[in-house]
């Protein structure tokens, strides 16, 4: 059965810090992991990570997978009050169809 | 552009009742996916269908039921509601090339069952 754990679970910081979530995973015949950030409502889609070492980045926020050690992490640097959600990590194998989530690390942002 | 709508948005039961959440996407995508989500749980797969006719069973599926009758539809039933079920609800969808990758998600539906 896949499984996936982030931690920690919840984070409070003051806006400007730079944040680390962390996600590690077992799953069958690995083929992606995935962050999404959950504001109110529905997730909203981040980062896909395939292949170890690459790092994706969009503006402040990044993400790196390590598939020997089967984790990723997710950076925010210089974090502001819309940086406050809740981030999910998901993960999923070849030959299945369906991701395994975690169960998310909420992070608030102090102004 | 709508993208994956689920309705309804909210909706209070009483234990034994039943109801039908319906989920329709308008991106063509061939799989479809009911999650719930509750408190420190983080979302958990109920059904899922990877083309029209087909569903499958995820991680919590006692309690529910499912169809796909038509591709671009994706409902779940509960027969008879208990009080287990109160959570928010997400139905999402993806392309058959990104089976694991990218879902779309709709914006949950909130059951209460008293």
């Known amino acids: 059965e896949d499984k996936v754990v982030q931690s920690p679970l919840s984070l409070v910081v003051h806006e400007g810090d730079t944040v680390t979530l962390n996600c590690s995973y077992e799953v069958t015949n690995f083929r992606s992991l995935l962050w999404y950030k959950q504001e109110k409502k529905a997730p909203t889609f981040l980062f896909m990570l395939?292949?170890?070492?690459i790092e994706k980045k969009s503006g402040r926020l990044s993400s790196i997978l390590d598939k020997k050690e089967l984790f990723s992490i997710l950076n925010i640097t210089a974090t502001q009050t819309g940086d406050s959600a809740i981030y999910l990590c998901a993960v999923g194998g070849f030959g299945n169809e369906k991701l395994t989530f975690g169960t998310g690390t909420r992070l608030t942002i102090i102004p | 552009n709508a993208g994956v709508t689920q309705t309804p948005k909210f909706r209070v039961l009483k234990t034994g009742q039943s109801m039908t959440l319906l989920c329709a996407q308008d991106?063509?995508?061939?799989?479809m996916y009911w999650y719930r989500q509750d408190p420190g749980m983080g979302l958990r797969l109920i059904h899922y269908s990877v083309g029209e006719g087909t569903t499958a069973k995820g991680e919590v599926p006692d309690g529910y039921n499912v169809s796909r009758l038509k591709k671009q539809n994706f409902l779940l039933g509960l027969e008879s509601a208990a009080p287990s079920q109160t959570s928010v609800y997400f139905c999402?969808?993806?392309?058959?090339?990104?089976?694991?990758?990218?879902?779309?998600f709709g914006e949950g539906s909130r059951l209460t069952v008293l």
């Open positions: 395939t292949s170890s070492g």
């Open positions: 999402a969808s993806s392309t058959r090339d990104r089976g694991t990758g990218e879902l779309f």
């Open positions: 991106m063509n995508h061939e799989y």
